[in-house]
């Protein structure tokens, strides 16, 4: 393997003082990539959302397709204003001209704590620098599978297991998102749970960007959901009513109909949304506390222990203890050779970097 084709970092970053640099790290990201014909364009974007302002392109990319792919997101977000970051191309027909958009959104990037606001842009970077790195050969849940996968292991090969907090909830988002809103295209929970649980047996030191896209693909491939999963999914949450305040019954709500559905997946997704909930000091959802006394909480706590037992749910577990195909097997830290794997460990859900309680107050 070439030196060039190594990340660049020997050892590992200290997370606490990290600044995101866009201009940076977007650069850092077109060596990786290897751009030599300079086709790939990253830009930051400022909207103004509330004063209904078109977007204004803060930093940009030098590359063939610059001024393009500047006009085609100003478009683009002028006429969809609620889109986040997003990668695309601009000229589809002969797959030309790709490129990363990241939205610069102060607000909705503090809900995960305000320590992770600059780990939070890194890691949507590298979600959509994961759609460009990884041909998108599957269903678009695998896809997506696949770009949270790449950017998970590029935050824990960066961090160390000093990421896990922040993936930990990232994991627990995409259920949320999942379980409320219907975005079952973006459901990678197992995966970074999965991903989450190597990275506490091992490590991903020294893997080179090949291999890092590699293990990504293979992840989705195996631990992200089938499309037969996710309308089982979408049956067992039919009745949880969207952009609903949250109240202690609607969390318990969406608890019992993954209790009570015959999907694995959904009775995972459903606890994984909940454990938060099972916290000594509750959860805070839009400035709204909820919090279960101890009898409750163990009342909850032995319902999903009984039904996360890896009989209980043998899809599920064995993907989350999935064992990386025997050609990546050997690239990948030798201390990993078994998969076993503790369901309830898995759902675990860590509380923001200085805060007294888990919260969250997306939109
Ligand atoms: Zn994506």
Redesign the pocket.
Known sequence: MSDLNRLDRAMTEDITGYKFDFAKEALQILRELGDADRLITFAEVGINRRRDEPAEILQITEGRFTQAVSNFIKDLYRENPGIGSC?GMIDPFFGLGEFVSLYKDEAGIGAFGKKYKDLLRLLILY??AG?IAISQDYSKAK??CA?DAYAAIRLLQRFGNDAVPLLSMWSWFRAWNAALHGDRE?LSTIVIDHIIDKARQGNYDGLTHDQVVKYARDYARFAGPSERELRKLKKAFKKIPEQEKYTPAMAHSILEAGLRSKSQLAFYIAAKFFTPFMNPEGVEFYQQLSRYDAEMQNHYKTLIESRAGINQIPQVARRLGYKPASRLRRAFSKQVKRSQVNVMSSLQVSVPAGQERFSFDYR
């Open positions: 990668h979600h959509e759609h896809n997506e770009a973006h």
